[in-house]
């Protein structure tokens, strides 16, 4: 018999012995209730507290089985295994039919079950943090126990091997061993997050402060669709657009001013970056100007200030904490941002100021280095997973303080829908 | 003492074109945003549009025992460059299926090749001068067309532009995002349950909340890294497949239906659980009973959403191999795939214009999609909303 | 303050009104005097008229909530509008400032005339109004800054000051009209929201009163207060009356009777009775305002 096999007869007798606990525990229920004793519970209540303990412990001990095989390798067939599950199974239907007493609490043991269900779900989102977390650092450390952390920090090139270069055009140089320094794959990335924000917080914040404090309900009304039409644009679909459209603009334009670029400039993906980020710190910033209390704004009208003034020295230093942190939430967002830097961006390390260069950045590499015919083992390979550890990190303390922030500012107002 | 109306309002006409300018400065910001969503999409429509269209010649085809042995000898020798090669491949197995065909000569529309297509679209030119002659000589008698691309919608990808399709990656998309669901909604709502409807104010839930709000701004890339390591790496689930995509987005769609469902729990008033609870009904029995039913738009609304943005996902799908060149679709779920996001990326960087043609086809099919799947929420949302 | 004869003080009354005709409305029981006059009025030094207000109607959308009122308010005096919730008496204050204009679908009809303009006119600018009507609002809102610049905010804004010297003693001025100097002159950096109820309310007139405007409009100011807060912003405003026009609005027949001079009595949506404050509690002149003064409803 194949393992497919015996996986489906294991699930049909399983659900067979269900059956049997459901009927056979009903029954029994139904019958003791009959001669008049009161129960603690329904009959239905007894038969799915028999399924319960029928086919619960079984696929717990399967499911365990299934990972100690994988995990330690051990050899235990897995006919053995699901036979064994099966053994379990009829001791719990068994048991089952044995609690079906009128002074057992049937509901209460079931809701008891189900309740340590939804609390195990609600931790797979920490085994999630934790699993990035553990898969992120065993290898990055790996990755430092071939090359020096402190070269990989202060480093100036990135030069991952011979493959790389070849791939960049720069082959004839290859036979230079391989060296990792991040700070030109950093000062990239920071110079693209820097140009989207001096798109994205302008305009967002125009937009927001627009929508919020000067427009007409229908405008407010029409225009937030649309701006939740842009947040839900695939970020390949931006890389494409910033690839094809805004690079050849880019250096179209920068040839008009007698200015040299290259076709994969750090601006074109900078600019389109800004712009997919306009709708996030829009409508975070939008939720935040919209808790502003009222009664500070008509405070500040019955003063005899104008409109914009009250929205310059009441309404924005009011809502700052909650803009910072939009603000903050982008920078993340954009540091972390791959497809559009991957179609857009240049694959060349390289330290420079000037946005009209291509220059690569940190998901750019990681992605490079995991896309490649490489061996998993190999330091190309598990420099990427060094980068991903400091952007996780980078991400995690902009979230933390972000979050920190959004507190303070609900904290002042008793916003709670933030 | 005091001034008069018109002394004060002298004074205010500075401030007031100030504030006026503000106004202006804040709705051109507003203007421009949306300017570019104008932008944008018409560029893509332009790109775009031309890949939904196909030239097709139409060429007698004779099916003898020459062309069993040579397919290219079906038809003419003049218009052969013309045809696409995909064309003649299958040619002879067609005619061994199907023995009938042997010994007739049939006339009919046939896929031209992806620089006839070109051509005649307008992009470049890469015909030969004869070539083009013939060509022309067919537009004017009507034998050589552009047509609709059924193609485009029934095939998978091909290293020849004129018979490359988004089939494959569709059906890629769909096998993964079934995964991703499967996997995240339930975990997701049964999570907001837990932490809207039972959880204990302590440390512990309040880990769990800070920590979900933190994975909700993972850069995706991360999630890919994870897929990788764990998925693929430690417990062997096979690379480029849909189970191991599905997975790595389900992760990374989790906080956003356990935000959502949290949202949706959260909107129905406590009177209807107190209510309840004055009846008899456990808490489980609440939550089943009354809770749940009453907040399921909500829920669906914010999975939808979830599932759109996990559609168009691409980074982590990179990571864990789902760029393959993947010509037939499979429906296991353990076979290589493809995504269209992830078609779309590999078709972006063939630096054939014919691709450029595909790439922007691509976006306009998932971007239709991508509406499509955010209008049903927002439908849903208006439609089952309820004011307590 | 004497109380006079309805005879007394025609004769001193705006010739403007004597044109707008009879009465109608809610003065049936009593001696009709023109529409928009107190019944009775207080003869104090010279009373100059400060608002007056002609058959003002208010909707929001199709409901009315002001209907034909009429009433003059005089200078340096305070004015109390009284009556159940939900009257209008707020609605009303917040037409004298067009603080109404903030919510779309208000549409309002009729006259508002202050310093011989029509508030509501076309050319009227709100901003340039709302300099010389102050408001106090219900819940105390200073601005999320120090108590300082909670107050010099305002008159930087409007150039009531150029140096430095000049703004600190607006200031100053300011806190101590509002009784509040001696509290916070050590604290003056100190966020405007660290004070408690009371005193964060006396910042709020201290921001109002600063930027010297004609009239000072109060909704409510000491509802949300505790006792010992509310008679000390009564006193002020029976010492800011002096420099100011208050009209204020209350819950509280007792801080009427305290602290105004004259009381204007609202329901739903009308006003029923306006007079001197100690007539209309000694002897009101319509069953209404009688019923609801005794405790009958409210």
Same mark, same amino acid.
């Given at each position: 018999?194949?393992?497919?096999?015996?996986?489906? $007869?294991?699930?049909?007798?399983?659900?067979?012995?269900?059956?049997?606990?459901?009927?056979?525990?009903?029954?029994?229920?139904?019958?003791?209730?009959? %001669?008049?004793?009161?129960?603690?519970?329904?009959?239905?209540?007894?038969?799915?507290?028999?399924?319960?303990?029928?086919?619960?412990?079984?696929?717990?001990?399967?499911?365990?089985?299934?990972?100690?095989?994988?995990?330690?390798?051990?050899?235990?067939?897995?006919?053995?295994?699901?036979?064994?599950?099966?053994?379990?199974?009829?001791?719990?239907?068994?048991?089952?039919?044995?609690?079906?007493?009128?002074?057992?609490?049937?509901?209460?043991?079931?809701?008891?079950?189900?309740?340590?269900?939804?609390?195990?779900?609600?931790?797979?989102?920490?085994?999630?943090?934790?699993?990035?977390? $553990?898969?992120?650092?065993?290898?990055?450390?790996?990755?430092?126990? *071939?090359?020096?952390?402190?070269?990989?920090?202060?480093? %100036?090139?990135?030069?991952?091997?011979?493959?790389?270069?070849?791939?960049?055009?720069?082959?004839?140089?290859?036979?230079?061993?391989?060296?990792?320094?991040?700070?030109?794959?950093?000062?990239?990335?920071?110079?693209?997050?820097?140009?989207?924000?001096?798109?994205?917080?302008?305009?967002?914040?125009?937009?927001?402060?627009? *929508?919020?404090?000067?427009?007409?309900?229908?405008?407010?009304?029409?225009?937030?669709?649309?701006?939740?039409?842009?947040?839900?644009?695939?970020?390949?679909?931006?890389?494409?657009?910033?690839?094809?459209?805004?690079?050849?603009?880019?250096?179209?334009?920068?040839?008009?001013?007698?200015?040299?670029?290259?076709?994969?400039?750090?601006?074109?993906?900078?600019?389109?970056?800004?712009?997919?980020?306009?709708?996030?710190?829009?409508?975070?910033?939008?939720?935040?100007?919209?808790?502003?209390?009222?009664?500070?704004?008509?405070?500040?009208?019955?003063?005899?200030?104008?409109?914009?003034?009250?929205?310059?020295?009441?309404?924005?230093?009011?809502?700052?904490?909650?803009?910072?942190?939009?603000?903050?939430?982008?920078?993340?967002?954009?540091?972390?941002?791959?497809?559009?830097?991957?179609?857009?961006?240049?694959?060349?390390?390289?330290?420079?100021?000037?946005?009209?260069?291509?220059?690569?950045?940190?998901?750019?590499?990681?992605?490079?280095?995991?896309?490649?015919?490489?061996?998993?083992?190999?330091?190309?390979?598990?420099?990427?997973?060094?980068?991903?550890?400091?952007?996780?990190?980078?991400?995690?303390?902009?979230?933390?303080?972000?979050?920190? *922030?959004?507190?303070?500012?609900?904290?002042?107002?008793?916003?709670?829908?933030? | 003492?005091?001034?008069?109306?018109?002394?004060?309002? #002298?004074?205010?006409?500075?401030?007031?074109?100030?504030?006026?300018?503000?106004?202006?400065?804040?709705?051109?910001?507003?203007?421009?945003?949306?300017?570019?969503?104008?932008?944008?999409?018409?560029?893509?429509?332009?790109?775009?549009?031309?890949?939904?269209?196909?030239?097709?010649?139409?060429?007698?085809?004779?099916?003898?025992?020459?062309?069993?042995?040579?397919?290219?000898?079906?038809?003419?020798?003049?218009?052969?460059?013309?045809?696409?090669?995909?064309?003649? +491949?299958?040619?002879?197995?067609?005619?061994?299926?199907?023995?009938?065909?042997?010994?007739?000569?049939?006339?009919?529309?046939?896929?031209?090749?992806?620089?006839?297509?070109?051509?005649?679209?307008?992009?470049?030119?890469?015909?030969?001068?004869?070539?083009?002659?013939?060509?022309?000589?067919?537009?004017?008698?009507?034998?050589?067309?552009?047509?609709?691309?059924?193609?485009?919608?029934?095939?998978?990808?091909?290293?020849?532009?004129?018979?490359?399709?988004?089939?494959?990656?569709?059906?890629?998309?769909?096998?993964?995002?079934?995964?991703?669901?499967?996997?995240?909604?339930?975990?997701?709502?049964?999570?907001?349950?837990?932490?809207?409807?039972? #959880?204990?104010?302590?440390?512990?839930?309040?880990? &769990?909340?800070?920590?979900?709000?933190?994975?909700?701004?993972?850069?995706?890339?991360?999630?890919?890294?994870?897929?990788?390591?764990?998925?693929?790496?430690?417990?062997?689930?096979?690379?480029?497949?849909?189970?191991?995509?599905?997975?790595?987005?389900?992760?990374?769609?989790?906080?956003?239906?356990?935000?959502?469902? +949290?949202?949706?729990?959260?909107?129905?008033?406590?009177?209807?659980?107190?209510?309840?609870?004055?009846?008899?009904?456990?808490?489980?029995?609440?939550?089943?009973?009354?809770?749940?039913?009453?907040?399921?738009?909500?829920?669906?609304?914010?999975? &939808? &959403?979830?599932?759109?943005?996990?559609?168009?996902?691409?980074?982590?799908?990179?990571?864990?191999?789902?760029?393959?060149?993947?010509?037939?679709?499979?429906?296991?779920?353990?076979?290589?795939?493809?995504?269209?996001?992830?078609?779309?990326?590999?078709?972006?960087?063939?630096?054939?214009? #014919?691709?450029?043609?595909?790439?922007?086809?691509?976006?306009?099919?998932?971007?239709?999609?991508?509406?499509?799947?955010?209008?049903?929420?927002?439908?849903?949302?208006?439609?089952?909303?309820?004011?307590? | 303050?004497?109380?006079?004869?309805?005879?007394?003080?025609?004769?001193?009354?705006?010739?403007?009104?004597?044109?707008?005709?009879?009465?109608?409305?809610?003065?049936?029981?009593?001696?009709?005097?023109?529409?928009?006059?107190?019944?009775?009025?207080?003869?104090?030094?010279?009373?100059?008229?400060?608002?007056?207000?002609?058959?003002?109607?208010?909707?929001?959308?199709?409901?009315?909530?002001?209907?034909?009122?009429?009433?003059?308010?005089?200078?340096?005096?305070?004015?109390?509008?009284?009556?159940?919730?939900?009257?209008?008496?707020?609605?009303? =204050?917040?037409?004298?400032?067009?603080?109404?204009?903030?919510?779309?679908?208000?549409?309002?009809?009729?006259?508002?005339?202050?310093?011989?303009?029509?508030?509501?006119?076309?050319?009227?600018?709100?901003?340039?109004?709302?300099?010389?009507?102050? !408001?106090?609002?219900?819940?105390?809102?200073?601005?999320?800054?120090?108590?300082?610049?909670?107050?010099?905010?305002?008159?930087?804004?409007?150039?009531?000051?150029?140096?430095?010297?000049?703004?600190?003693?607006?200031?100053?001025?300011?806190?101590?009209?509002?009784?509040?100097? @001696?509290?916070?002159?050590?604290?003056?950096?100190?966020?405007?929201?660290? =004070?408690?109820? /009371?005193?964060?309310?006396?910042?709020?007139?201290?921001?109002?009163?600063?930027?010297?405007?004609?009239?000072?409009?109060?909704?409510?100011?000491?509802?949300?207060?505790?006792?010992?807060?509310?008679?000390?912003?009564?006193?002020?405003?029976?010492? =800011?009356?002096?420099?100011?026009?208050?009209?204020?609005?209350?819950?509280? !027949?007792?801080?009427?009777?305290?602290?105004?001079?004259?009381?204007?009595?609202?329901?739903? /949506?009308? !006003?029923?009775?306006? @007079?001197?404050?100690?007539?209309?509690?000694?002897?009101?002149?319509?069953?209404?305002?009688?019923?609801?003064?005794?405790?009958?409803?409210?």
């Amino acid at each position: 018999m194949t393992t497919n096999t015996v996986f489906l $007869l294991f699930c049909a007798v399983l659900l067979v012995l269900g059956g049997i606990a459901f009927t056979l525990s009903r029954a029994k229920a139904a019958r003791v209730r009959a %001669t008049g004793t009161t129960m603690h519970a329904q009959p239905d209540q007894y038969a799915w507290f028999a399924v319960l303990v029928t086919a619960g412990p079984a696929l717990l001990v399967s499911a365990l089985g299934a990972f100690v095989l994988l995990l330690m390798g051990a050899d235990i067939p897995t006919f053995y295994l699901l036979a064994a599950s099966l053994v379990i199974a009829l001791i719990g239907l068994v048991m089952g039919l044995n609690q079906v007493r009128s002074d057992f609490h049937a509901r209460r043991a079931i809701e008891g079950v189900i309740r340590k269900l939804l609390a195990a779900a609600a931790m797979i989102s920490i085994l999630t943090t934790l699993g990035i977390l $553990l898969s992120i650092i065993s290898e990055a450390l790996r990755f430092f126990q *071939m090359h020096s952390f402190w070269d990989f920090v202060t480093g %100036t090139t990135w030069n991952p091997g011979a493959s790389f270069l070849s791939a960049a055009g720069r082959g004839d140089e290859g036979g230079s061993a391989a060296q990792f320094g991040s700070i030109p794959l950093f000062a990239g990335t920071f110079m693209i997050t820097l140009i989207a924000m001096l798109v994205a917080i302008p305009f967002g914040l125009g937009a927001a402060i627009y *929508m919020v404090e000067f427009a007409p309900l229908r405008i407010r009304k029409a225009a937030k669709p649309v701006i939740e039409v842009l947040a839900g644009i695939p970020t390949v679909v931006y890389g494409v657009f910033a690839a094809l459209t805004v690079a050849p603009l880019v250096v179209d334009i920068a040839g008009l001013f007698g200015l040299d670029a290259s076709y994969s400039n750090a601006l074109a993906p900078g600019l389109v970056m800004g712009i997919m980020i306009i709708p996030f710190i829009s409508s975070l910033s939008d939720d935040v100007i919209n808790s502003v209390p009222n009664s500070l704004r008509e405070g500040a009208l019955a003063l005899g200030i104008t409109k914009a003034e009250m929205v310059r020295n009441v309404v924005v230093p009011a809502a700052a904490p909650g803009i910072i942190s939009a603000s903050l939430l982008a920078v993340s967002r954009a540091l972390g941002e791959t497809m559009i830097v991957v179609m857009a961006a240049g694959m060349r390390p390289n330290l420079t100021a000037n946005p009209l260069e291509d220059m690569t950045t940190v998901t750019v590499s990681i992605v490079a280095a995991l896309t490649g015919d490489q061996e998993f083992e190999s330091a190309q390979t598990l420099s990427a997973f060094a980068l991903g550890l400091v952007l996780f990190i980078v991400t995690l303390t902009l979230n933390v303080v972000s979050v920190f *922030m959004i507190r303070r500012f609900r904290e002042k107002y008793r916003v709670n829908n933030l | 003492m005091s001034q008069s109306f018109e002394e004060i309002s #002298a004074q205010l006409k500075k401030r007031h074109r100030r504030s006026a300018r503000m106004k202006w400065m804040t709705m051109g910001a507003l203007i421009l945003s949306a300017a570019f969503l104008v932008v944008f999409i018409s560029d893509m429509v332009v790109r775009g549009w031309p890949a939904f269209q196909q030239a097709q010649i139409q060429v007698e085809v004779s099916y003898d025992e020459q062309s069993q042995k040579l397919p290219l000898a079906a038809v003419d020798e003049d218009v052969r460059p013309l045809i696409s090669r995909g064309f003649f +491949r299958p040619l002879p197995r067609k005619m061994e299926s199907n023995p009938a065909l042997m010994g007739t000569t049939q006339t009919q529309w046939v896929i031209a090749d992806s620089r006839v297509d070109q051509y005649l679209k307008g992009n470049e030119d890469r015909l030969r001068p004869a070539d083009k002659e013939t060509l022309q000589a067919l537009v004017e008698e009507g034998r050589a067309e552009l047509k609709f691309n059924t193609t485009f919608f029934t095939t998978g990808d091909s290293k020849m532009p004129e018979l490359a399709g988004i089939a494959s990656a569709a059906i890629g998309t769909v096998m993964t995002m079934l995964v991703t669901m499967a996997v995240c909604f339930p975990i997701g709502v049964m999570t907001a349950v837990y932490l809207e409807e039972f #959880a204990p104010d302590n440390k512990l839930t309040q880990i &769990i909340e800070i920590n979900i709000n933190n994975l909700a701004a993972v850069p995706s890339i991360l999630f890919g890294l994870l897929g990788l390591a764990i998925y693929i790496s430690f417990f062997g689930v096979p690379r480029s497949s849909p189970l191991v995509g599905g997975l790595t987005l389900a992760l990374m769609t989790l906080p956003v239906i356990i935000i959502s469902t +949290r949202a949706a729990l959260r909107s129905v008033p406590d009177s209807i659980r107190h209510a309840a609870f004055g009846v008899g009904c456990s808490r489980w029995q609440v939550v089943r009973d009354h809770v749940l039913p009453v907040s399921l738009p909500g829920i669906l609304t914010g999975s &939808i &959403i979830g599932l759109a943005q996990a559609m168009g996902e691409t980074a982590p799908l990179i990571i864990v191999g789902m760029v393959a060149f993947i010509p037939d679709a499979s429906i296991s779920i353990t076979n290589a795939s493809t995504v269209m996001p992830a078609q779309i990326f590999t078709w972006a960087s063939e630096p054939n214009s #014919a691709f450029a043609e595909k790439t922007a086809g691509g976006i306009l099919v998932l971007l239709a999609v991508l509406i499509f799947l955010n209008a049903l929420a927002v439908w849903l949302r208006n439609k089952f909303e309820r004011r307590w | 303050m004497n109380d006079t004869t309805l005879q007394n003080f025609q004769t001193q009354q705006d010739s403007s009104t004597a044109s707008e005709g009879a009465v109608r409305g809610p003065y049936s029981e009593a001696p009709t005097p023109d529409k928009g006059q107190p019944v009775t009025r207080n003869e104090s030094v010279e009373e100059n008229l400060s608002v007056r207000v002609r058959d003002l109607s208010l909707w929001y959308g199709e409901h009315q909530a002001l209907d034909d009122i009429s009433i003059d308010i005089f200078a340096n005096t305070v004015t109390a509008l009284i009556g159940p919730s939900g009257c209008g008496k707020s609605t009303f =204050l917040r037409c004298l400032n067009r603080m109404n204009d903030l919510i779309s679908s208000v549409s309002i009809k009729g006259l508002v005339e202050m310093d011989g303009r029509d508030v509501n006119a076309r050319g009227m600018d709100e901003v340039a109004l709302r300099r010389r009507v102050g !408001m106090v609002f219900q819940k105390p809102n200073p601005f999320p800054k120090s108590i300082y610049e909670n107050v010099a905010y305002a008159p930087r804004m409007h150039d009531m000051v150029s140096r430095k010297a000049d703004q600190d003693e607006l200031v100053e001025r300011a806190l101590r009209d509002a009784g509040l100097w @001696n509290e916070v002159k050590d604290k003056l950096y100190e966020p405007g929201t660290s =004070l408690s109820g /009371g005193q964060q309310q006396r910042l709020c007139i201290a921001r109002a009163i600063a930027v010297r405007p004609d009239v000072i409009l109060m909704d409510e100011p000491t509802s949300a207060l505790d006792p010992i807060s509310t008679a000390t912003i009564e006193d002020l405003m029976d010492k =800011l009356k002096q420099d100011f026009t208050i009209v204020t609005v209350t819950h509280n !027949m007792q801080q009427a009777a305290r602290v105004a001079d004259y009381t204007a009595f609202f329901h739903l /949506g009308e !006003m029923i009775e306006y @007079n001197a404050t100690k007539q209309m509690f000694a002897n009101p002149h319509t069953k209404k305002a009688e019923d609801y003064i005794t405790g009958r409803y409210g």
